[in-house]
């Protein structure tokens, strides 16, 4: 047994666990054993020599998922610092075997459908679930999933399962005169565990251990007793029980099985912890990489790293800081009785010394360094899809490199080789490999310009091969998958949501399938507000297109239909609608409006301008629709100042409803841009605005007070403070009357002083373009 003069050598580890494995190098560099098995899926043994080629850098992870539906994958991380990882490399640069023994990926991904579908059916919803794999009736202590580490920290006095850790094994001296010594104290006190708590909960496990020891009895065939076995220390009193193979076979008997694919995908520091999802992760695999890979005197290192994140940061702290900050963390660890300063001292030293005090600095660097961003990278010699193949190609030839860490792309698409940056990120998120995602630029807002916020995660490996079913190329995949889903897609505004996409994703050959699909919606929906809703983004695709130089004639066709037909059923469709529903359709009138003016047609400029007037003058449209119509004829300059005094008097005469001239002042002048301004400008419409509101009964003023509340704080505190002022001073009184004019307002307009800052404007507007 493990330590003993008969039996393979049996290496219990934490999983991810820095002085497992450096224990685990030492072990391995004593015995020299013939051949090492690992806990891992069979399924990768083909691919474990690409662990000995240089472009090899973890963290990464073995992948598995079935042949015929790539979303059921499962992962196996490892990092630098995982004893598993050791173990492969070791094997490797000693020539030996090397092979790993656990329950083969074929049946775990089975058995997960089987699970899935059993909670499914009880339902209990979507997942594992904390009763996978549980046999019935275990009751007692199974009762719960057991936390081996948690028990025996509490029964070493300990109320932190990763202190303890830390303190027994990560803090352990090097160089020990047995380094196999620790494995057999750490496999007799899981002997105990187990002895005491049977499976712990983790039945699923026996089933993996029968297979484990399969593995073993071959490998004692072939090598005798000169292998080790590195695994979960959970599993070692389980190998080495003396059990028979019938009992073995009949735990593996009728597993239920899947065809799998494997290969090895860039990891993730962030995806190892747990925070991340990950269930054997850890919390701080920054910290944990950076205990394997100093070669000595670790804390010094460590906060030498902190105060180089805090200068980038510009924040000011020198070596004495450094100092300080040792002496306090080694002054704690003392004070607590441990062998060396944790990561739990160190962070303290770090907050008091270097941070002021302050957990927002402290966040960064647990973010970036105790976490971290590292992400690994794989050899091209590993198996992929065609598709990932084709996508890493795009990568480095435009110079895209993946990276955990989140930042944002700035693209200016009149450059080539941002606009092909643009069509990759675009096809991608049309695949489902969400990359990059759009976000609000800080610069410029023109056509010309996108901001992206990209991060590669580790599950975009397995979108990527899902994807692979609609082609080998980015460009070939992103095609199919837009025809697929123009022919799937039911509703309109989806359809013409597609249409914006497939011309940002510069997609031609898809475009005639999705405009077929687009007419033929657009031709059978008689729902003004669908066809109101499927506008905007056609304008934008218009739009976008020129943009492109995509030839878009087809969707300006439909474009224009569509833009008709809402032209002659708005009008109807705004009669006898309630509250929600006329908010609902005031929204729509602004997003056609606003798509009417990309669509630079004057003839329909001309016939949605006939609708708004028609909106605006008709008594049994909503007052928040009419007043909406009435302020976008204002800002168009298609209504004169005197016919908007005479509709707002109409609307807020006394015979019209309270509610009814509150939703029209709403429309008027709330939710759009320089509604108060206007206000501020014009007299006459704050005058019947202010007379309105000083005449409505007592009654009624409480059901009106939230719309106006609505309305008036939407507005900047500036523009609100000039418009108390001049309420206060008498807005329909003349400026002599009303005395001196508020702060920041001369009495009347100074031209001279106007045009002085035409030149300005004029060379802002040409730097922009």
Do not use: N
């Not at 049994?620 to 909406?628: A, K, L, M, S």
């Amino acid at each position: 047994m493990s330590g003993g003069t008969t039996g393979p050598l049996l290496l219990g580890v934490r999983h991810h666990g820095p002085g497992s494995a450096r224990a685990v190098r030492a072990a391995l560099d004593a015995a020299r054993p013939a051949a090492v098995l690992i806990e891992g899926p069979p399924e990768g043994d083909a691919l474990l020599p690409l662990a000995a080629d240089p472009a090899m850098r973890p963290p990464v992870a073995l992948l598995a998922h079935a042949a015929d539906d790539p979303g059921r994958a499962a992962f196996w991380p490892l990092a630098e610092f995982s004893p598993e990882w050791v173990a492969v490399r070791w094997a490797l640069a000693e020539r030996v075997p090397v092979r790993f023994i656990d329950l083969p990926a074929a049946h775990t991904l089975a058995e997960r459908d089987e699970e899935k579908e059993k909670e499914e059916r009880k339902g209990k919803g979507e997942g594992e679930g904390e009763d996978e794999g549980r046999e019935p009736g275990a009751g007692g202590p199974d009762a719960v999933r057991l936390d081996p580490l948690a028990v025996l920290a509490e029964t070493a006095g300990y109320d932190d399962p990763e202190r303890w850790w830390e303190d027994v094994v990560e803090h352990r001296g090097a160089g020990s005169a047995d380094p196999v010594a620790a494995f057999e104290a750490l496999g007799d006190a899981m002997a105990a565990l187990r002895e005491t708590y049977g499976d712990g909960g983790h039945a699923r496990d026996l089933v993996r251990e029968a297979h484990m020891r399969q593995r073993m009895r071959a490998a004692r065939r072939e090598f005798g007793d000169a292998y080790a076995v590195v695994c979960g220390a959970w599993h070692v009193p389980a190998l080495r029980a003396r059990t028979t193979v019938a009992a073995d076979r009949a735990l593996l008997a009728g597993l239920p099985k899947v065809k799998v694919e494997t290969t090895w995908v860039p990891w993730t520091h962030r995806r190892l912890a747990r925070a991340g999802g990950y269930g054997a992760g850890i919390t701080s695999p920054g910290w944990y990489g950076h205990l394997f890979a100093a070669p000595d005197r670790p804390v010094e290192r460590w906060l030498t790293k902190v105060a180089g994140l805090l200068r980038e940061e510009d924040r000011q702290v020198s070596s004495a800081h450094v100092i300080e900050a040792v002496r306090l963390a080694d002054t704690l660890a003392a004070v607590r009785g441990r062998p060396l300063a944790g990561l739990t001292e160190t962070l303290e030293a770090v907050r008091a010394v270097m941070c002021d005090g302050s957990d927002v600095p402290l966040a960064l660097i647990e973010d970036r360094l105790v976490v971290g961003d590292a992400l690994g990278e794989v050899p091209d010699a590993a198996p992929v899809v065609p598709l990932q193949r084709d996508l890493t190609r795009q990568q480095r030839s435009l110079r895209l490199k993946a990276q955990a860490q989140e930042r944002e792309l700035e693209l200016d698409l009149r450059k080539d080789s941002d606009a092909a940056k643009s069509l990759l990120l675009h096809r991608l998120r049309l695949l489902g490999v969400d990359w990059g995602i759009p976000a609000a630029s800080r610069g410029s807002t023109g056509t010309f310009r996108e901001t992206w916020r990209l991060r590669w995660e580790p599950e975009l490996s397995v979108r990527v091969a899902e994807a692979g079913i609609w082609g080998t190329t980015v460009l070939a995949a992103a095609t199919g998958r837009a025809e697929a889903d123009a022919a799937a897609t039911g509703e309109l505004g989806e359809v013409t949501s597609l249409a914006e996409r497939c011309l940002l994703a510069g997609l031609p050959e898809a475009l005639p399938a999705v405009l077929r699909a687009l007419a033929d919606r657009a031709a059978l929906d008689t729902d003004v507000a669908r066809l109101a809703k499927a506008l905007p983004a056609l304008a934008r695709s218009l739009r976008y297109g020129d943009v492109r130089g995509t030839d878009t004639a087809a969707l300006g066709t439909v474009a224009a239909g569509l833009a008709d037909r809402i032209c002659v059923a708005l009008p109807p469709a705004c009669a006898g609608l309630d509250a929600d529903g006329a908010a609902e359709l005031r929204g729509h009138v602004d997003a056609v409006h606003g798509a009417v003016g990309l669509l630079e047609d004057e003839g329909l400029r001309e016939r949605w301008s006939a609708v708004l007037r028609t909106l605006a003058g008709r008594d049994t449209v909503p007052g928040v629709i009419r007043g909406r119509a009435v302020r976008l004829l204002l800002d168009e300059g298609r209504l004169e100042a005197a016919d908007t005094a005479r509709l707002m008097g109409l609307a807020l005469s006394p015979a019209a409803a309270p509610a009814d001239a509150a939703g029209w002042i709403e429309g008027f002048a709330g939710g759009a841009a320089g509604g108060g301004t206007l206000l501020v400008h014009d007299d006459r419409l704050l005058a019947l605005i202010d007379a309105w509101l000083t005449g409505i009964p007592a009654g009624a003023f409480t059901d009106v007070l939230p719309l106006l509340r609505r309305t008036f704080g939407a507005y900047e505190p500036g523009v609100r403070r000039t418009l108390g002022e001049l309420v206060r001073r008498g807005p329909g009184a003349p400026a002599a009357a009303r005395g001196a004019a508020p702060a920041g307002f001369a009495p009347e307009l100074d031209p001279e002083r106007a045009d002085a800052v035409v030149p300005l404007v004029r060379m802002l507007l040409a730097a922009a373009g």
